[in-house]
């Protein structure tokens, strides 16, 4: 959401710098803020530096220094904010790949200002309310347990064994929708409407990669899940304890 001047503060990681120029003067006189960087090292200094928050991060995937791949995993390391990943080749390789890590969405750089736009939009809409509470304050009191694993519906954050997970908004979605329904299977094409209902940019396999994700932070093992079973040929459960 916009800071209290009403500008949305955008970092973008991006070595063309004829084309940083072309957003910083497209997206600035609608209301963003656009700090350019040019490689991947610096990027994660910037993107994750304390007292220099940003809205949203445009993170190209060929970087000097560090590939756009591994920027975003030191950055989901320790912050869920939205990321619009941007590659050449746009193949669906390149998207499997940064939404396993965690990207909000994908655009190749044959994209218009009007589509990176709407893009933007977009993501920081879904993540207008993943706020965090405060350290220190009383939790809202709308939550879902499932065993040592709770999810906040009001504060959008969930804690496995009282620790914080950092999850992006398609994965705390994911969580709730499969937490709300713990113990009844919930199949792919369920849960796919439910995301495109939030206005998410997603297709069929990308739940599976979500999933993945998920998974992957909350510890589990799809072979012996504590949380998330497979339901084959059906879909995903989350394990009633």
């Known amino acids: 959401m916009p800071d209290s001047a009403g500008r949305t503060r955008l970092l973008m990681i991006d070595d063309d710098r004829k084309l940083c120029r072309l957003v910083s003067t497209y ?27 940003f809205h949203a991060i445009i993170l190209d995937v060929m970087l000097p220094g560090m590939d756009g791949f591994e920027v975003l995993k030191k950055i989901r390391a320790v912050s869920p904010i939205p990321v619009l990943m941007l590659t ?40 207008a309310t993943q706020a965090a509470p405060a350290a220190g304050a009383t939790p809202p009191p709308t ?71 998920l998974r992957k932070k909350l510890g589990d093992d799809a072979k012996e899940p504590r949380f998330i079973r497979t339901v084959r040929s059906a879909g995903y459960m989350m394990v009633n304890p």
Not at 27 to 53: K, N
Not at 105 to 115: A, G, I, M, N, W
């Open 143 to 213: 939550e879902i347990v499932v065993g040592p694993l709770r999810v906040n519906l009001d504060a959008h954050a969930a804690w496995l064994d009282d620790k914080p997970l950092v999850l992006t908004p398609v994965e705390f979605d994911l969580l709730t929708s499969l937490a709300k329904a713990r113990g009844r299977v919930k199949t792919r094409e369920g849960l796919l409407d439910e995301i495109r209902d939030r206005n998410y940019d997603v297709f069929d396999r990308s739940i599976d990669v979500h999933i993945s994700s």
């Open 27 to 53: 997206l600035e006189p609608l209301g963003f803020d656009v700090t350019a960087i040019h490689s991947g090292p610096e990027g994660v200094e910037r993107a994750t530096a304390a007292g220099e928050p």
């Open 88 to 127: 050449a080749r746009g193949d669906e390789t390149d998207r499997i790949v940064g939404l396993e890590v965690g990207a909000d969405d994908y655009l190749p750089k044959t994209f218009s200002t009007r589509e990176l736009l709407a893009r933007l939009r977009a993501v920081l809409r879904r993540s």
